[in-house]
């Protein structure tokens, strides 16, 4: 069988079977199974599906992804983020210091999460009530809100990236690592669109923020676990003491403790967390194992080596093929989620980005934020409907979509500078090594 009409008849599965409502989990090993029962006996593929799908549970690395996630949780059902937040609203004196600190506890709790969802949610469910109320703009604080949970999958830990450094098999610590300058270019850009949007709709920033004052020992109990938590996952990590996976173990650890000290953490959301990270890792689970299947059926036909040589063969520039991959990638994002492009079309693309000359780890941070832009657009963008939810029906979907618009064209300049000065992604995994 051609290779091409393996990669088209297992694309043709897949969609036929996500359209008919199959999880896409289900749709990845249901698109896999004909193709292995051409080259193997049916006792035989069964055995090489259980294998494939077996490995990925007893995968060392991938023990950091449930721990990353109950990490989360627990902030996330803990006064940690919503502490994190209040602290930044309330002690920065200046026009906007909600929207403010809503992208700075954001990117703190980015570097404690490595989840969207969860980021928008945390943040977003303490701080849109309250800036609703302050008076500023729905399209603003939806958008701001929307596009604060996106750095939790930049700045490490970060799932996507974990993901990514399993599917390319690349340094999960370099991935990290490369994260954090991009990440902090990112959270000054999207300081910088509230300022300019002040400006331009000075209504929706009040001049001055009512808050109650805060106290500067409940200020330290909120900035210091953060401090600790991000310095224990990236100092471990940056210096060699420990794997991601020890890194997220210790960490989280170190996270329950602070909880239950800080308060908000009660035997009850602590079995919430637990069942919630279950439930998560149950999908994720399946997801990463099926598309471990279906990237089995890809190489052994040799689909992504093929397509890899058939592309070169038209001599584009290596610019050309890069732009064509993101282009790809965001109308991609606006129907599936990060998690499963990642497993359904990295196996094919990244080697004809390798092939194409770029550094791997320097596209993990393309690849990412391209994944930051998905959860951003519709129709089936995440944090879209995560913060329009949040809302109880005072904010449209339309008015979160509008607000989200210039955090997306930051994300698009903040690729553009990424491939102009890629050493900003490489500069400290270099140093590492």
């Not at 290779?3 to 999880?23: H, M």
């Not at 990440?183 to 920033?205: N, R």
């Not at 953060?226 to 997220?248: C, D, F, K, M, Q």
Request: charged share 10%; proline share 6%; hydrophobic share 60%.
């Amino acid at each position: 069988m051609e290779w091409y009409t393996v990669g088209l008849g297992l694309l043709f599965l897949l969609i036929f079977f996500i359209v008919i409502g199959l999880p896409i989990p289900f749709a990845l090993a249901a698109a896999s199974i004909p193709f292995l029962l051409n080259i193997q006996s049916l006792s035989t593929s069964l055995v090489t599906a259980e294998l494939k799908m077996w490995g990925v549970w007893v995968d060392y690395i991938l023990l950091a992804v449930p721990l990353f996630v109950l990490l989360g949780e627990i902030i996330g059902r803990s006064n940690i983020g919503p502490n994190l937040y209040m602290f930044l609203h309330k002690k920065v004196p200046v026009r906007g210091s909600a929207a403010y600190g809503s992208i700075g506890a954001s990117a703190g709790f980015g570097a404690v999460c490595g989840s969207s969802m969860v980021g928008a949610l945390t943040i977003g469910g303490v701080a849109l009530p309250e800036m609703l109320k302050l008076g500023y703009g729905k399209r603003l604080s939806s958008g701001v809100l929307a596009a604060g949970g996106t750095l939790s999958v930049l700045l490490p830990p970060s799932l996507i990236l974990l993901f990514y450094g399993i599917v390319t098999d690349q340094s999960i610590g370099d991935l990290f690592m490369a994260g954090i300058i991009p990440g902090i270019i990112m959270v000054s850009l999207f300081a910088v669109i509230v300022v300019i949007w002040g400006l331009i709709k000075p209504e929706d920033i009040p001049d001055k923020d009512e808050a109650d004052v805060m106290s500067w020992k409940a200020a330290l109990s909120a900035i210091l676990p953060i401090i600790l938590i991000g310095l224990i996952i990236t100092v471990s990590i940056y210096t060699g003491i420990a794997t991601p996976t020890e890194a997220a173990g210790i960490a989280c650890l170190i996270t329950i403790l602070l909880a239950v000290w800080l308060g908000g953490l009660t035997w009850q959301t602590f079995l919430a967390s637990i069942k919630s990270t279950m439930l998560t890792m149950g999908y994720l689970g399946l997801l990463l194992s099926a598309g471990v299947l279906f990237g089995f059926v890809f190489t052994y036909y040799q689909v992504p080596q093929n397509f890899t040589a058939y592309f070169i063969a038209f001599d584009l520039s290596p610019y050309m093929v890069l732009l064509f991959v993101v282009i790809f990638y965001i109308v991609l994002g606006m129907f599936l989620e990060p998690v499963s492009m990642t497993f359904i079309t990295l196996p094919t693309l990244y080697p004809l980005i390798s092939a194409a000359g770029f550094d791997l780890i320097w596209f993990g941070i393309i690849f990412t934020i391209t994944m930051e832009v998905a959860v951003l657009t519709p129709p089936v963008g995440l944090n879209l409907y995560v913060i329009q939810g949040l809302a109880r029906n005072d904010i449209t979907i339309g008015d979160v979509i509008i607000g989200c618009l210039p955090f997306v064209a930051a994300m698009l300049l903040l690729l553009i500078i990424l491939v102009i000065v890629p050493d900003l992604a490489l500069i400290i995994p270099d140093q590492m090594r």
